[in-house]
């Protein structure tokens, strides 16, 4: 009979699967369930459900450094990390309407003018573009529809046995229910609570995290033009190892850089992206100030317990020295937040952690001398690390499932190229199985 996988989320992670297992003349029956849309119909403002998962509208920069947007190395060696990184670049450009557009930076020294109160990490980036996020996904779901590919869209999946093999949801007052022989399971952050949800139910185990919170930090490109020229996407950080504290800009946008609101837990928190069509143009950066704090314990509850101190009338906060306003959207609006006119929600929130932060701006002031007051921190941002479950290192399944497979930021990822390459690892094996 045939084999059935079926994958929840039609994310970075689920699709980079699927199309592993297609190119790769899979014989089973693949079924990709997501409770967003399909690409054609999907809007600008669902930023983290439908075809692309969170990935469709981000800002839609690849790392290629397996230090960085979470782990793959740890379960697959450094070499073989890279390889799977290879495929999901590769997937981007091939379903790429202008592949020749995608651009690589590779910034090779750290510059003497962050000294010593910085360090830069050093990477390579390939730059896609968050308009064209949208095209790719189109070319890129029409290649795994027309390949056979079944998606099931507007469907949030509600509860899996993982006994007897199937997924539910509900379709009006019914529950429907789809068996599966494997379920790759990518529901991303949108699925967090999902994907906890299962964890305690079927009492997984869970291997510890930290905690990784912070602000997005946002000024003028200007004033960072001179580390930007050396690298696009810089990546400063600070360690504090006694403390058991790091800090890194996170994740930063230039040229035509927006700040986005994300919806977690019926809670607001920061993001950013950037378009790169000149029209967009607005000159600002943005990036995240993530500070990862080891140590905590039930680092997930402490997290949210954070982020919920940081809500004002359901939204997140937002902070100027110089009473800079918050920046619009590219939709036109502005972003979500209210002003206050202090960091003192911060203390009240992450205690003296929130020093660290307030240093790293100021360091930040030394390295950047124009920089001064000029600039604004929307808050939290926050990356919620949920209970990785523990998988096998080899396939990525369920210690006590080995037909469920965990991908992407449902498992320990926090970026496209590793979400995408922890997809492709499950196909493999999975095609190593039908041999
Ligand atoms: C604004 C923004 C900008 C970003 N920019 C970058 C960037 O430039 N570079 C980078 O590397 N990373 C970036 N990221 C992070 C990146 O998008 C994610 O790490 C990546 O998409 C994770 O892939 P995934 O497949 O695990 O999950 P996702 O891509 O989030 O997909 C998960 C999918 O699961 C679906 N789902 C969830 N729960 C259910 C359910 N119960 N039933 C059915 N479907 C469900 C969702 O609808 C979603 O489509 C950004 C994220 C955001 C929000």
């Known amino acids: 009979m045939q084999e059935k996988t079926v994958i929840v989320g039609a994310g970075v992670a689920g699709i980079n699967a699927a199309t592993k297992l297609i190119d790769n003349n899979y014989q089973g029956k693949i079924t990709i369930i997501d409770m967003g849309k399909d690409p054609y119909n999907r809007l600008p403002e669902e930023v983290m459900t439908g075809m692309l998962g969170a990935g469709g509208w981000s800002d839609g920069k690849l790392t290629y450094h397996t230090s960085i947007g979470g782990q793959l190395s740890k379960y697959c060696g450094e070499e073989k990390a890279m390889e799977l990184f290879d495929q999901v670049i590769t997937n981007f450009k091939r379903f790429h309407p202008k592949p020749e557009e995608v651009q690589c930076s590779d910034p090779q020294a750290e510059p003497d003018f962050i000294k010593p109160y910085f360090g830069l990490r050093l990477f390579p980036v390939w730059h896609v573009g968050t308009d064209y996020l949208h095209e790719i996904g189109k070319n890129w779901y029409d290649y795994l529809k027309s390949n056979g590919v079944k998606f099931i869209w507007e469907t949030k999946i509600e509860d899996i046995n993982f006994e007897e093999n199937y997924v539910l949801w509900k379709k009006g007052l019914a529950n429907v229910s789809q068996y599966y022989d494997k379920l790759i399971f990518g529901v991303g952050k949108s699925g967090i609570d999902f994907g906890k949800k299962l964890a305690e139910k079927y009492d997984l185990p869970t291997e510890p995290k930290s905690v990784q919170i912070g602000v997005r930090f946002e000024a003028p490109q200007h004033h960072f033009q001179k580390l930007i020229d050396v690298s696009y996407d810089f990546k400063l950080y600070q360690k504090f190892e006694d403390k058991g504290v790091s800090l890194r800009s996170f994740c930063t946008n230039n040229n035509a850089a927006y700040v986005a609101a994300e919806h977690t837990y019926g809670d607001v928190s920061y993001n950013g992206h950037a378009k790169k069509d000149e029209v967009y143009r607005n000159d600002m950066t943005n990036f995240g100030i993530l500070m990862e704090i080891k140590g905590i314990d039930k680092p997930f509850d402490w997290s949210r317990e954070a982020v919920k101190k940081l809500q004002i009338n359901e939204k997140g906060i937002y902070f100027s ?115």
């Open 321 to 435: 020295p110089s009473k800079r306003v918050p920046s619009k959207t590219s939709e036109g609006g502005y972003v979500k937040c209210v002003v206050v006119d202090s960091m003192d929600l911060l203390y009240d929130a992450i205690g003296d952690y929130a020093l660290h932060i307030a240093d790293f701006i100021g360091d930040m002031n030394k390295v950047f001398p124009t920089l001064g007051n000029d600039w604004g921190i929307y808050m939290p941002e926050v990356k919620y690390l949920s209970p990785e479950p523990l998988v096998k290192y080899d396939d990525l399944s369920l210690t006590r499932f080995p037909n469920v497979y965990f991908v992407g930021d449902a498992l320990s990822a926090r970026g496209i190229t590793v979400s995408g390459a922890q997809g492709t690892y499950v196909a493999e094996s999975i095609l190593k199985d039908g041999k």
